[in-house]
């Protein structure tokens, strides 16, 4: 599975994202191979992600990552990813949809020097990377707020997520969370604790080549 | 317990303090703790990190003459996982005050015996020169790592070097190895520096590293911003040159 030919991969990208219903043009392709290759060199030294295989990368990371975009339509401001990471859900979004401006913020230092050295070499200009751990009381001091969406995988949904999202985003602002049965539960026992956020639906949505059911879970700044 | 390597060569301008710098940053990004000692009276290192010296003179000076504790001249970096033990003119004076004392070729290695259980690497960058201070270095390491500039000369010099790491290893540190010797500022379009390189590799074999540091515009512009090269310029090919070393450089430990 290691040493799959790029070419496959791209396939695979390809293949995927029709079946998200989303189209990604050429340029779009290159991007995310070079984004892959990018991943996979600092992987070696950095161990950014605990998926390494080309293949899984393109699944669970890119595909997971632009399984959310349909989720905002509409939406237009600052769109925080919190927690991104190796840039997931972030980067690939932020690729894919130009107009939105997305900022990224992760606490690990060799992380954001990643999400630093992807933007520049992928010409991204939508994108603004902040080395620091948001929580609770300082979320509004960081940046220019109210922000019109917060973003975050489950898998990585970090304990802050909803008092910073009630201290960052706007009235009518979207948390857009994703989640597998088992965080679902956790997320929604969490959310129960903030009268400031309202549940607004949950939808089922299936990662291609993916086995596990995810849920994108839709909640709104009141 | 930390490993400590010592980056020397006698020679000047061969990419020692950009070495030290900037292995001992992608160390940190790599998350791994690490300490740089700047053992230049020139404090390159020191102002290359963006450490801005301060006059209360908590310096490597201090702890060498048993001035400060080691934990005293400690500095926290921008990197969470890096701290520095700076330099400052100071320093010059040390290499004839330290004759005075006893044993004065270990006494970098007794004071940063304390520090040895709270960093896993700790890279110290010397003068270009084989005095008491670079003896010193090496009597404290546990390796040296060779910066090499790829150019005609590259070898001048090093039969010295090599012959006062042998001496060094009869006398003061039976346990000195030799970490590896790293080709620096290579231009590869030319046919002398691949000559070199390839000169270079038949005779050191396996202790030259594979990763090799590129001529680079941002990697040269850095220091005058006080920014090692992944703060600088996080894409261009002289940072990823040194992440490529860090990296190579962590397998090489991983070797029984």
Not at chain 1, 4 to 14: E, G, Q, S
Not at chain 1, 197 to 210: A, G, H, N, Q, S
Not at chain 2, 135 to 155: D, F, G, K, R, W
Not at chain 2, 180 to 209: C, N, P, W
Request: hydrophobic share 45%.
């Amino acid at each position: 599975m290691n040493n799959v030919a790029p070419d496959n991969l791209r396939r695979l990208l390809i293949d995927g994202s029709h079946q998200l219903d989303i189209h990604l043009d050429p340029a779009h392709q290159e991007a995310f191979m070079a984004y892959l290759t990018a991943l996979q060199r600092w992987n070696r030294a950095y161990n950014l992600t605990a998926i390494k295989d080309g293949q899984k990368i393109i699944c669970r990371h890119f595909l997971d990552s632009l399984s959310f975009s349909p989720f905002l339509s509409g939406i237009s401001g600052s769109v925080l990813d919190l927690g991104s990471g190796a840039g997931f859900p972030g980067l690939p979004l932020a690729l894919l949809l130009p107009a939105i401006r997305f900022l990224l913020v992760e606490a690990r230092q060799k992380k954001t020097l990643f999400l630093q050295h992807v933007t520049r070499i992928l010409g991204l200009k939508n994108v603004e990377i902040l080395h620091l751990h948001l929580h609770k009381g300082n979320g509004s001091t960081e940046f220019k707020i109210p922000l019109a969406a917060l973003v975050s995988r489950a898998v990585s949904v970090p304990d802050d997520v909803f008092p910073v999202a009630g201290e960052v985003l706007a009235p009518g602002g979207l948390v857009l969370l994703s989640s597998t049965a088992s965080s679902r539960e956790k997320i929604m026992e969490a959310l129960s604790l903030h009268e400031n956020l309202r549940l607004e639906d949950i939808k089922k949505v299936t990662i291609p080549f993916l086995e596990q059911q995810r849920y994108m879970i839709r909640i709104i700044r009141v | 317990m930390g490993k400590i390597i010592s980056i020397a060569n006698q020679k000047g301008g061969v990419g020692k303090t950009t070495t030290a710098v900037n292995l001992a940053v992608s160390l940190a990004i790599a998350e791994r703790k690490t300490l740089l000692v700047d053992l230049d009276p020139q404090g390159n290192a020191t102002s290359g990190i963006g450490y801005e010296r301060d006059d209360n003179q908590r310096s490597i000076y201090q702890a060498l003459l048993g001035l400060a504790t080691p934990q005293e001249v400690l500095h926290q970096t921008d990197f969470a996982y890096l701290d520095i033990i700076p330099a400052n003119p100071d320093l010059i004076g040390a290499e004839v005050e330290l004759l005075q004392f006893e044993r004065r070729e270990f006494i970098l290695a007794d004071r940063l015996m304390p520090l040895l259980g709270s960093y896993q690497y700790i890279i110290i960058d010397c003068s270009p020169s084989l005095g008491l201070l670079t003896i010193n270095s090496l009597a404290a390491a546990h390796a040296i790592l060779i910066p090499l500039q790829s150019e005609y000369y590259a070898m001048e010099g090093l039969g010295q070097l090599l012959h006062t790491v042998n001496r060094i290893q009869e006398t003061l540190n039976p346990r000195l190895d030799i970490e590896g010797i790293l080709l620096t500022m290579m231009d590869q379009r030319t046919t002398l520096a691949r000559q070199v390189e390839k000169e270079v590799r038949e005779h050191f074999g396996s202790l030259v590293y594979e990763s090799i540091i590129p001529r680079n515009v941002r990697l040269s512009e850095s220091p005058s911003h006080g920014k090692p090269i992944a703060l600088y310029d996080v894409s261009s090919t002289g940072a990823q040159a040194y992440f490529q070393l860090a990296d190579e450089f962590l397998r090489r430990q991983a070797r029984p």
